[in-house]
């Protein structure tokens, strides 16, 4: 039998568990002794030897049977697993997984008997940020997702709270931001390997304003909500307490590489153009825009607070990358 919220130790179930976010999840779960089924892609934690875990192979989020097998004996479920690239960028490619899984789930986590659902979102379901404004996102704001994968995260979250709003299963939603830290792939890697190797990085001329979410912090958020018994059906903005613009962001990261970034004070217009010509104009709205966030309600509702600081988290994301490439 599945444990009840009220004990101390837990039966939880994490979707994505290979990833950037579900790996470190796992392991801070497992350090606190509770039992997990980690269901990912491929063997990912081999390196942990615990009985306390458990890896599922899922070749397919979609797969009702499969996914409603693995959630038997279940009491939460944190649902991270999502699509969030395409080279193709049509909204089919992130239907299925973004949409489609997150259906499966919830009808399996409701069939199972799971006391709760975590499901991890995105800001850019609130939308892409202001390039004149300093305006603050928050949750009462009406949702403007302007691209393909936040459309999805939105109709994900429709999906999430239309099927539960009237059932006994509790669930919250959390919109991140940009989620920084140890191992970190995609667009920051990126970044760091331009600093690195000494890349000229342009900037405006105003400093931006921009929430982000350290992933200590945000693993540290969805645990708050997952035993918080006031966090039921809520959906939170989530963030660090600090905003930061992106030339503190580029300074900080070339500080723990001991390097001296070449900034260059670009006008937006005239970066927009010449990375349209590439085919990679929005890269430009991420330098320039601001996109900020309020992480009032989370806090007020659970005592979550972000303990771990930027500069702290910032040093863990450089000093892994600096491993990842062999550099003392």
């Excluded at 606190?32 to 070749?59: G, P, S, W, Y």
């Excluded at 709270?161 to 059932?167: A, D, N, V």
Aim: net charge positive.
């Amino acid at each position: 039998m599945a444990s009840t919220l009220n004990n101390k130790k837990y039966n939880i179930a994490i979707t994505g568990a290979n990833g950037f976010i579900g790996q470190h999840l796992t392991q801070k779960l497992i350090e606190n002794e509770h039992n997990i089924k980690a269901l990912v892609r491929r063997k990912t934690f081999d390196h942990i030897k615990n009985d306390k875990l458990e890896e599922i192979i899922i070749d397919d989020i979609t797969d009702s049977n499969v996914i409603l097998k693995s959630l038997e004996n279940v009491d939460i479920v944190f649902h991270l697993v999502a699509k969030t690239h395409s080279q193709s960028n049509k909204y089919d490619e992130y239907y299925k997984t973004n949409v489609l899984g997150t259906k499966v789930v919830s009808k399996a986590a409701l069939e199972a008997n799971v006391k709760k659902i975590i499901m991890l979102s995105s800001v850019k379901v609130n939308g892409e940020g202001f390039l004149n404004k300093n305006l603050v996102y928050k949750e009462k704001d009406a949702p403007d997702p302007l691209d393909n994968y936040g459309k999805s995260k939105l109709e994900a979250e429709k999906i999430l709270s239309s099927s539960l709003s009237e059932k006994p299963i509790s669930y919250v939603i959390l919109r991140a931001p940009l989620v920084y830290g140890q191992n970190v792939k995609g667009n920051l890697k990126n970044l760091m390997q331009y600093i690195y190797k000494g890349f000229p990085l342009p900037i405006p001329h105003k400093d931006n304003r921009r929430s982000m979410i350290g992933l200590e912090n945000l693993c540290d958020a969805m645990i708050s909500c997952a035993f918080c018994e006031k966090a039921t059906k809520n959906i939170f903005l989530v963030s660090d307490d600090v905003v930061v613009s992106s030339r503190y962001l580029f300074n900080e990261i070339a500080k723990v590489m001991n390097k001296k970034p070449i900034l260059l004070y670009v006008p937006y217009h005239i970066l927009k153009l010449a990375f349209w010509c590439l085919g990679k104009s929005n890269s430009v709205d991420k330098l320039f825009y601001s996109l900020e966030i309020s992480n009032a309600l989370i806090k007020n509702i659970t005592g979550w607070n972000p303990n771990t600081s930027f500069e702290k988290e910032i040093k863990h994301m450089v000093n892994s990358f600096k491993v990842s490439i062999n550099i003392k």
